[in-house]
Antibody
C-alpha cells in the first residue's frame, strides 16, 4: 500500500535550518509529484510547493520562496524539504503528500518547533 | 489568491442521518478543459488529512460511496449520507486550479 514516512519531530533555534524527509513506498515514486503542506492552528492548511519527482522541477507558493527548498533523491524514493532562517512563525506540522488527482496520500506529519 | 470559504464551522449529526457541507470559492474553479478543480479532504482526530473527493465529484480510492461531491463554478457541496461514527473530524475543501493552491478553514463534524 502507498505509504509516506516522514522524519521525526524537530526542535530548532531561531535563525537555524532544518531538513525534513518523506520516504515513499508502495508505488512507483516518479508517478506522483510530492507536495508539502504546512498546518497551524491559526493559519490552517497552507500549500508550500511541489516537486516533480521525475525531473526535479519545482513549483512554490510565493509566500514560501526563500523559506522552503524542495529536493528529491530518486534512488531512495525520498523527498526533502529544507526550511531556512527559522522564526517562531515557522513552528507548525509539515506534511508531504503525493499528488496526482489531488493531494492523494499524506505522510504522518512532522512537528517543527522553533524556540530559543 | 483564491479564497475558499466553508460553512458551517461545525455540524452535529445523528448517526444514520445525512450531512452537507458548503464551500464557496472567490473565483470560478472551472477550467477551460471542463474540469472543476475543487477537492475535499477529511482530517480525523489525531490523523493526517485524507483525500475524499477530487475534481468536484470523483470519489477517491477506498472512500465509501456515502460521500459525494457536487457544485457549480464557485459553489460546492460535500454530502455525507448515512453518517457513521467514523466520519467525525474536520472537513476541508481545497482548490488546485491555480498557484497558490488554497484550502478552506474547515468544518468540524461531530456525532450527536
Amino acid at each position: 500500500q502507498v505509504q509516506l514516512q516522514q522524519s521525526g519531530a524537530e526542535l530548532a533555534k531561531p535563525g537555524s535550518s532544518v531538513k525534513i524527509s518523506c520516504k515513499a513506498s508502495g508505488y512507483t515514486f516518479t508517478s506522483y509529484y510530492i507536495s508539502w503542506i504546512k498546518q497551524t492552528t491559526g493559519q490552517g492548511l497552507e500549500y508550500i510547493g511541489y516537486i516533480n519527482t521525475g525531473s526535479g522541477g519545482t513549483n512554490y507558493n510565493e509566500k514560501f520562496k526563500g523559506k522552503a527548498t524542495l529536493t528529491v533523491d530518486k534512488s531512495s524514493s525520498t523527498a526533502f524539504m529544507q526550511l531556512s532562517s527559522l522564526t517562531p512563525d515557522d513552528s507548525a506540522v509539515y506534511y508531504c503528500a503525493n499528488t496526482r488527482e489531488g493531494f492523494d496520500y499524506w505522510g504522518q506529519g512532522v512537528m517543527v518547533t522553533v524556540s530559543s | 489568491d483564491i479564497v475558499m470559504t466553508q460553512a458551517p464551522l461545525s455540524v452535529s449529526v445523528t448517526p444514520g442521518e445525512s450531512a452537507s457541507i458548503s464551500c464557496r470559492s472567490s473565483k470560478s474553479l472551472l477550467h477551460s478543459n471542463g474540469i472543476t478543480y475543487v477537492y475535499w479532504y477529511l482530517q480525523k482526530p489525531g490523523k493526517s488529512p485524507q483525500l475524499l473527493i477530487y475534481r468536484m465529484s470523483n470519489l477517491a480510492s477506498g472512500v465509501p460511496d456515502r460521500f459525494s461531491g457536487s457544485g457549480s463554478e464557485t459553489d460546492f457541496t460535500l454530502k455525507i449520507s448515512r453518517v457513521e461514527a467514523e466520519d467525525v473530524g474536520i472537513y476541508y475543501c481545497g482548490q488546485l486550479l491555480e498557484n497558490p493552491f488554497t484550502f478552506g478553514s474547515g468544518t468540524k463534524l461531530e456525532i450527536k
